[in-house]
T-cell receptor, first 112, second 115 residues
Framework: AQSVSQHNHHVILSEAASLELGCNYS??????LFWYVQYPGQHLQLLLK??????LVKGIKGFEAEFIKSKFSFNLRKPSVQWSDTAEYFC??????????FGAGTTVTVRA | DTGVSQDPRHKITKRGQNVTFRCDPI?????LYWYRQTLGQGPEFLTY????????KSRLLSDRFSAERPKGSFSTLEIQRTEQGDSAMYLC?????????????FGQGTRLTVV
């Protein structure tokens, strides 16, 4: 079974700092990759997804992610965070089926 | 709001009782999924429906758990003889399509506490 690893459990940074969250997966075949965000008290929302094509994917709210197949990675980035980016971020993978396999999540706290 | 809705949002029950949760997917979404999330973990897949057919169940779904989607629209998840280990957030998601490249939309979840 595939697994998804998120490198950081909790990240604290100041407004305007750059953010990068690591995600690695273990499945060797064709994968679809996702980043979901969960703001406090809200449901999981899709930030961005990769199915095929350009490995640099742009999502909502200024987020982007890069798929590096050779490294089995799909890291999330944002050049300049805002206080409103405080949330929990989940990397997820589907591998030849419909089931999402999620990482454990990274809590991001942005200090004003 | 035309997103995925779940009811109830919170449920506290005594050990040994049965509970049932409801999920209303986005209208016309043919796929429906149940996930379970415990503290500090990402959601874990429980089961999946395509229209009214339950196509896959995780090994996490013990015999005490049953899910239905009788008319291919809303779904229910029932837990019989609840145990403290069942305490978790139960998430429902839905998606549209027949291929692999689909995006799942999640509801706000039902938080179950077994005391």
């Amino acid at each position: 079974a595939q697994s998804v690893s998120q490198h950081n459990h909790h990240v604290i940074l100041s407004e305007a700092a750059s953010l990068e969250l690591g995600c690695n997966y273990s499945y060797g075949g064709t994968v679809n990759l996702f980043w979901y965000v969960q703001y406090p008290g809200q449901h999981l929302q899709l930030l961005l997804k990769y199915f095929s094509g350009d490995p640099l994917v742009k999502g909502i709210k200024g987020f982007e992610a890069e798929f590096i197949k050779s490294k089995f990675s799909f890291n999330l980035r944002k050049p300049s965070v805002q206080w409103s980016d405080t949330a929990e971020y989940f990397c997820a993978v589907t591998a030849g089926d419909y089931k999402l396999s999620f990482g454990a999540g990274t809590t991001v706290t942005v200090r004003a | 709001d035309t997103g995925v809705s779940q009811d109830p949002r919170h449920k506290i029950t005594k050990r040994g009782q049965n509970v049932t949760f409801r999920c209303d997917p986005i209208s016309e979404h043919n796929r429906l999924y149940w996930y379970r999330q415990t503290l500090g973990q990402g959601p874990e897949f429980l089961t999946y429906f395509q229209n009214e057919a339950q196509l896959e169940k995780s090994r996490l779904l013990s015999d005490r758990f049953s899910a239905e989607r009788p008319k291919g629209s809303f779904s229910t998840l029932e837990i019989q003889r609840t145990e403290q280990g069942d305490s978790a957030m139960y998430l429902c998601a839905s998606s549209l399509g027949t291929g692999m490249n689909t995006e799942a939309f999640f509801g706000q979840g039902t938080r179950l506490t077994v005391v």
